[in-house]
């Protein structure tokens, strides 16, 4: 259905936006360069801590350069797989998002970069996990409506799943198989392009956009 019926309405057209907004060749192809370089880093970050509602009014251009900015940050610690309907995509990376790449998609720049961040993030795990890790005896919000101390202190069982979540991909760990840096950009991507995901996605989060 998706495929079928739906993708063909909606072709994808991002790519005329550069071409509008960056009318000059070298400010076309620099804006296009920090779009992959953006898009890429903000896609692996936010799969490491589970940042989900990604929707099309959560991630917004900057027409001056290029730059993919995401904003809403409340759909944290993998809160989108239990909504009513799992968000089942790592990131998003629709049609419209792959047009913006260019020719080489997301084999090209994008991935390169996912493959950089990635190792990036592994190499600095233990400073990003020591900072992740005052969630535990610090909770979010929504973690203390459900586990309250009454003046002793609790680990948090929210927080120590979340936490858990983001040290396994830390490690490679997808779909409990631990990955090189270049099988698990390959893996993220394959999963957040999936029509079989995005099909099952909420009406409103737009997959065919």
Not at 88 to 97: A, E, G, I, K
Not at 137 to 150: A, G, I, Q, R
Request: glycine share 8%; with cysteine; aromatic share 10%.
């Amino acid at each position: 259905m998706l495929k079928t019926k739906i993708l063909p309405m909606f072709p994808p057209v991002f790519h005329k936006w550069f071409l509008t907004t960056f009318s000059e060749p070298a400010a076309w192809f620099r804006s296009r360069v920090a779009y992959a370089h953006t898009t890429a880093v903000w896609s692996m970050v936010g799969h490491i801590v589970g940042l989900g509602d990604r929707h099309g009014e959560n991630i917004l251009f900057d027409s001056t350069s290029g730059d993919c900015v995401h904003v809403d940050f409340s759909c944290l610690f993998d809160k989108g797989l239990q909504l009513e309907k799992p968000e089942l995509v790592p990131f998003r990376l629709t049609q419209n998002m792959i047009d913006g790449l260019g020719i080489t998609g997301y084999e090209g720049i994008f991935m390169r970069v996912c493959e950089i961040t990635l190792t990036v993030l592994r190499t600095h795990r233990e400073t990003l996990m020591s900072i992740l890790e005052t969630f535990i005896h610090d909770p979010l919000v929504e973690w203390t409506k459900t586990h309250k101390s009454s003046g002793v202190e609790v680990q948090n069982p929210h927080a120590q799943r979340a936490i858990s979540s983001i040290e396994a991909r830390l490690q490679g760990v997808v779909v409990g198989v631990p990955l090189p840096v270049e099988g698990q950009a390959h893996r993220l991507i394959a999963d957040a392009v999936s029509l079989e995901n995005l099909g099952k996605m909420y009406i409103w989060w737009m997959p065919w956009f």
